[in-house]
């Protein structure tokens, strides 16, 4: 029963982070063209919807945990 109401508020503050920070993942490769060698690097932005995925699961969790709770 706590564990789900810890596991829905940390599932909601990560959720939080992500809207209000921004996450960007950062992939990086080197590309060859014959004796040219050359490093590339990308970033790619997490979208905002997976955070409210996040906070919204997490009460969802909090909501299952307080009525298992009862």
Do not use: C
């Amino acid at each position: 029963m706590r564990l789900r109401i810890i596991t829905g508020i940390l599932l909601a503050g990560l959720g939080v982070f992500m809207l209000v920070k921004g996450v960007t993942l950062y992939s990086q490769g080197t590309v060859h063209f014959g004796p040219i060698h050359s490093t590339v690097q990308e970033s790619h932005t997490v979208p905002a919807l997976l955070g409210w995925v996040a906070i919204v699961g997490g009460v969802l969790l909090v909501v299952a945990g307080i009525r298992k709770k009862r």
